[in-house]
């Protein structure tokens, strides 16, 4: 394997660690607050600080590795063209994940959290299929402190109306999570 190749697939894992760290360690937490808070306040500065320093990447870094450049001109400019929109889209989406888990992980590790016990009557159910098969369940319930509908995946069926409760912590950024 070639330095820059491992220096790539180190990246990858570590990008992968981020990502999924949360997932792992906090068994219930709130997504769209979380997801709001990413697409509002990184989503655009993201893709623009990309788009600037984009290009100046691939023509210093990646262009000089490609040895079957195109003989005509106009298909190695398309085929340059393609490769950056591409690598800004993939390398957004990397960000934007790893920025949600770290949202998601430091309203654990930052501040002090707010003990509160959840005792709130499910307003939808619904259950979907992961890749493997097994069912995931989803429900909605109202967020006691700020009214919102609060959407969490949960680990068994419940009946609509049924009492959701449960001991959760609002974090630093006031999102709901629990990790028992």
Known sequence: MKKWQLKVFLSL?????????????IKYFETSTALL??????????????SLF??????????????????NKLKAKARDIISIVMMI?????IL??????LIITTNK???????????EPVITYSISAKKNGNP????EFLNPKTGKRVELE????????????????????GILYATK
């Not at 894992?13 to 360690?25: D, E, N, V, W």
């Not at 100046?56 to 003989?71: A, E, S, T």
């Not at 889209?89 to 989406?93: D, K």
């Not at 934007?96 to 888990?101: E, I, N, T």
Request: charged letters at 20%.
């Open 154 to 173: 949960v680990y068994r069926k419940y009946e609509v109306g049924e009492l959701f409760e449960k001991r959760m912590k609002y974090g630093a950024w």
């Open 136 to 139: 995931r369940h989803y429900i």
């Open 96 to 101: 934007f994940g790893m920025a949600f888990s």
């Open 37 to 50: 808070i990413t697409a509002k306040y990184l989503l655009i500065p993201i893709i623009l600080l990309l």
């Open 54 to 71: 984009g290009p100046r990447f691939y023509y210093r870094k990646v262009k000089p590795l490609d040895h079957n450049i195109p003989k």
């Open 109 to 119: 590790f930052l501040g002090k959290s707010e003990v509160v016990t959840i005792k």
């Open 89 to 93: 889209i993939f390398t957004s989406g």
């Open 13 to 25: 894992i570590i990008c992968a660690g981020i990502i999924s760290y949360p997932f792992f360690t």
